[in-house]
């Protein structure tokens, strides 16, 4: 008696359950995979894929073999929405790539210039004319995982700047942002002082 409750519970809850998070998985993944497309990842996009479509295949299989249970269906769903959720936030989490931060500065922008070049990033200043008069644009190409490190910066020495950060694809040096090693500003002095 007690092992036929314990299948008949397990039918009912226990699949349920274990659909939900094969769905999870796989959507996880799949959303990676397609973010990882985007940048250009091409090695990870087909491994992705191959995970993604067997969680999928056994998921769907549970379904197929309970149609008569309105849980799995609704089991299926949240696994879905969850996962896309999961997989945009794991994705963020891992921050790869590049960006490009655009900086519009209604007031002078050569401190802000400065801080960001004595880090090491590459820096490039626009003068332009603005809706109230000139601007500066500072553009800056560097990895995710440091826009917290720039945003700060942006509001601490230009509190009124208006800036915007988009996606790169690619990039044609990979080692943005550039550090200025002991090595490498030695050797400028050793070439500054040959001149």
């Known amino acids: ?51 993604e479509v067997t969680i999928w295949l056994l998921a769907i299989s549970k379904v197929m073999e309970n149609l008569t249970n309105p849980i799995n269906y609704i089991a299926y769903a949240i696994g879905f929405s969850l996962g896309n959720y999961i997989g945009m936030y794991i994705e963020n989490r891992l921050a790869i790539g ?37 601007v500066s644009i500072v553009f800056t190409l560097i990895k995710r995982s440091n826009i917290k490190v720039i945003t700060p910066l942006i509001l601490h020495y230009n509190p009124q700047a208006v800036y915007s950060i988009e996606d790169v694809r690619h990039a044609s040096d990979p080692n943005f942002p550039t550090i200025i090693t002991r090595r490498s500003r030695f050797s400028q002095f050793i070439r500054g002082v040959r001149k």
């Open 1 to 51: 008696m007690s092992e036929l409750f314990q299948q008949e519970w397990f039918t009912l809850y226990g699949i349920p359950v274990l659909i939900a998070l094969a769905r999870i998985a796989d959507v996880s993944i799949g959303t990676l995979r397609i973010i990882f497309v985007s940048k250009g990842l091409r090695l990870w996009a087909p491994i992705l894929g191959f995970f």
């Open 98 to 134: 590049m960006v490009v931060v655009r900086i519009i500065t209604k007031r002078d922008s050569q401190a802000l210039v400065a801080v960001l070049r004595d880090l090491g990033y590459s820096v490039t200043v626009v003068d332009a004319d603005g809706n109230t008069g000139a």
